[in-house]
């Protein structure tokens, strides 16, 4: 009996139910929590890919070795853009596991 009764909402001849309103709202946190992951997971390629890549550019430059540096700068960088990735994936899931234990306890 822990069921909330779903209410009717009726504005200027619409009617809205509070599952439909619920449904739309957890529908938003999704797609709000997908962007602010994606945003904060491209600076951080970006970083992780740049940074490494210009520094072996340099030491290329420096040392007369090309590509060498360069090279393993960028395996370098694809191994860290891997972590970044797969940790960024492991945050959300953990996200949407802690959000889902909420609704549960909530609807207890």
């Known amino acids: 009996m822990g069921k909330k009764a779903a209410k009717d909402v009726t504005t200027k001849g619409i009617t809205v139910s509070d599952n439909a ?12 929590q997908f962007v602010v992951s994606s945003v904060n997971m491209g600076w ?3 970083g992780a890919v740049i940074i490494p890549v ?17 090279l393993a700068a960028l395996v370098i960088a694809i191994g860290g853009a891997i972590m970044i990735i797969k ?7 953990q996200e949407q596991a ?11």
């Open 21 to 32: 309103i619920e449904s739309g709202l957890r529908a938003f946190s999704a797609k709000r």
């Open 44 to 46: 951080q390629l970006a």
């Open 54 to 70: 210009v520094i072996g550019v340099k030491l290329d430059e420096r040392f007369s070795s090309r590509p060498s540096y360069t």
């Open 87 to 93: 940790n960024t994936i492991d945050q959300v899931n």
């Open 98 to 108: 802690e959000q889902q234990e909420a609704e549960r306890k909530e609807k207890s």
